[in-house]
DNA sequence: CTTAGGG
DNA sequence: CCCTAAG
């Protein structure tokens, strides 16, 4: 569990003196419901010739209490860990508004901990930065500092731990260089192609190994032909989410992060997307690694309770009203928290919520304004769209918001460990922080929930699959549940419960009283941005879309993809005719193969066999005509 | 945007 | 599936 991370919280510091002040600083603020200070400050590092230590540690914390920093309508947030990234960075893009049109504005989110001197503290505070546009920076020896403070290890679910395994992962500022050794815990990887002023800025899905994508690719047309032609979009991607400065450069945890980073040469791939601008940048496995929920919640018999009373009430509303069918059903027998009703609450208890993290990538030459403004756009952009609450149930994502708790499967006895919570990207709103002209700012395209997860086959799911399988053409036949197991593009546009829809969500999770640890990491999750920078989910043809495929070629030929979407894949937005005429294309080398070697879900010979015929028929007829064509002149 | 092909 | 060149 070394990967890149420090034991040692105060290693990540220059030494104790920097600890003590955070100490003393937080101090003050120190109080249960409020785990976070989320303080947009005026923090300008750009003139200073120091370290930046004494600034993002002393100047800002000192500040805290102060009110020095009045000039900010939201200067300082309390706010509690679940909520760190959305109201956190709302209040403070918000105020970063104010702050400073010059961009000169610092956002400072300092996590309290109480325990910061347990072992397992890791104590890091972010620093995220809005700088002016071009113009060169010099700041040699800035140093950007993360920096949050997690809670004992023993509270952090395995989740939690990654969380802040991860935090290792640090920027560097030295010299004129920036090094971003974004090691991540055990992540292998991460990539730095620096070119030259191109940016990118990804956020990381936490889910990704589930490798869904969410957006259909129709969704998304729009957007990729846009920026296919050629439009200023600036493509952004990932590197690290946390930027942190290690007073001490060439200290230890810098170097052997440095070492244990590779930097896979994606100068040329870098170099082809900033030159294109417009396709989807390729993300690679590697960044896939984390499975964890969002959040370590505990659905409990055990009396386990922390949320007030209306607060469960309302959660429990939330997610369906089913509660108050059940009207006779007696109070559970460990209900401590139980509300006085007669009815059988489900008891949760919402730990924490781990948020995605947003992985920004620039080039080292990059100056530092558009660093911090490449933040602030990251930022604004996801502040725009606001959260949701999405919900796991063992690993798989309750999409039905209409279905009871009972209906879905949690009830009061149920097992902890089987809910999850995710706070995802709420794209229906609109998003007016978002500055015009920003270079970095996406087009919002439909919801992209923060977390996938892997295919949902239970019964919760069927309806959220609905629309794409009633847009299979009736020549599916009874075959059409046979349809992609799961069709995670239509997460968007499953009505989730929004924070907007739940009055209750979003105050319940700020309402948590005793967050003893602070998982939120200030993050932005995934933005349209990177939802197409990724690579489609892999969606393997069942049998009766092959079926439909040969049928519609057969009648139409091998040449005319579009036509055969629209006959037989019409409405099934994530088969494209590209798609389709890939498929075919497999379909004809399977056919060709011996059986033994062919993978995946059998295809029956019958239909193999039709597709050899039918290409066969239509290759000779393309033939023809291009011999007549051919003759004709 | 579609096609057609290579990767 | 992705990515492109071409049309």
Not at 176 to 196: A, E, I, Q, Y
Request: net charge positive; with cysteine; proline share 6%.
């Amino acid at each position: 569990m070394e990967g890149g991370i420090s034991p040692n919280p105060v290693d990540t510091f220059s030494g104790e003196e920097h600890q003590a002040v955070v100490e003393d600083s937080i101090t003050e603020e120190r109080a249960k419901d409020k785990p976070f200070i989320v303080k947009p400050c005026d923090l300008d590092i750009c003139d200073q010739s120091s370290l930046l230590t004494e600034q993002v540690l002393e100047a800002p914390v000192s500040n805290f209490g102060s009110n020095e920093l009045t000039s900010l309508p939201n200067d300082v947030c309390l706010l509690p860990a679940s909520v760190i990234t959305s109201e956190c960075l709302q209040k403070v893009g918000s105020a970063g508004q104010f702050a400073d049109d010059e961009c000169k504005l610092g956002l400072r989110i300092i996590t309290q901990k109480l325990d910061v001197q347990s072992s397992g503290c890791r104590v890091s505070t972010g620093c995220r930065l809005e700088g002016e546009s071009e113009k060169q920076i010099k700041m040699e020896s800035k140093i950007f500092r993360n920096l949050s403070i997690s809670s004992r290890d023993g509270m952090c679910g395995p989740g939690c731990r990654e969380t802040w395994e991860r935090k290792e992962s640090a920027l560097v500022r030295s010299s004129n260089s920036v090094k971003f050794p974004s090691c991540r815990g055990h992540m292998s990887c991460c990539s730095f192609p620096f070119n030259s002023e191109g940016v990118k800025i990804v956020t990381r899905d936490n889910d990704e190994n589930s490798s869904r994508r969410t957006q259909p690719r129709n969704a998304n047309k729009a957007i990729r032909s846009l920026a296919r032609s050629g439009d200023r979009r600036i493509r952004k991607s990932l590197v690290s989410k946390y930027w942190k400065t290690t007073t001490n450069l060439q200290g230890e945890g810098y170097n052997s992060n440095k070492k244990r980073c590779s930097f896979p040469n994606t100068k040329n791939r870098y170099k082809r997307q900033i030159s294109q601008r417009d396709y989807p940048f390729k993300k690679r496995k590697l960044y896939y690694c984390s499975s964890a929920p969002n959040t370590d919640v505990i659905v409990s018999s055990d009396g386990i309770c922390s949320l007030p009373e209306h607060d469960s009430k309302a959660a429990a509303c939330s997610y369906g009203s089913a509660l108050p069918g059940v009207n006779a059903a007696p109070t559970s027998a460990t209900g401590e928290c139980s509300p006085s009703q007669s009815n059988s609450h489900v008891k949760l208890k919402i730990k924490s919520f781990r948020v995605p993290e947003l992985f920004i990538e620039i080039p080292e030459t990059a100056t530092v304004g558009s660093l911090k403004r490449t933040v602030m756009k990251a930022v604004t952009a996801i502040l725009g769209d606001g959260l949701r609450v999405g919900m796991l149930l063992q690993g798989k994502k309750i999409r039905d918001d209409n279905r009871t708790l009972l209906q879905t499967g949690i009830s009061h006895d149920n097992k902890s460990d089987a809910l999850g919570f995710t706070l995802e990207p709420n794209h229906t709103q609109a998003s007016p922080t978002v500055c015009p002209e920003d270079p970095f700012q996406l087009p919002r395209d439909n919801p992209q929930p923060l977390a996938r997860i892997s295919p949902i086959s239970n019964a919760v799911q069927d309806a959220v699959k609905q629309g794409n399988l009633d847009a299979l053409p009736d020549l599916m036949g009874s075959n059409i549940r046979n349809f992609p197991e799961s069709d995670n593009d239509s997460a968007p546009s499953t009505p989730d419960m929004s924070l907007e829809k739940t009055p209750t969500g979003s105050r319940a999770l700020v309402a948590v009283p005793e967050m003893r640890e602070p998982l939120a990491i200030v993050s932005t999750h995934k933005s349209k941005r990177s939802e197409s920078l990724q690579r489609r989910m892999r969606r393997p043809f069942t049998v009766s879309e092959v079926e439909a495929l040969v049928q519609a070629v057969e009648k139409l030929g091998t040449g005319r993809w579009r036509d055969v979407k629209l006959k037989a894949f019409d409405n099934v937005k994530h088969r494209t005719y590209v798609d389709l005429k890939d498929k075919w294309k497999t379909l004809v080398h399977t056919a060709r193969i011996s059986p033994q070697q062919r993978r995946g879900e059998p295809v029956p010979q019958e239909l193999l066999d039709r597709v050899l015929t039918a290409h066969a028929y239509w290759s000779e007829q393309q033939t023809k005509y291009q011999l007549g064509s051919q003759a004709a002149t």
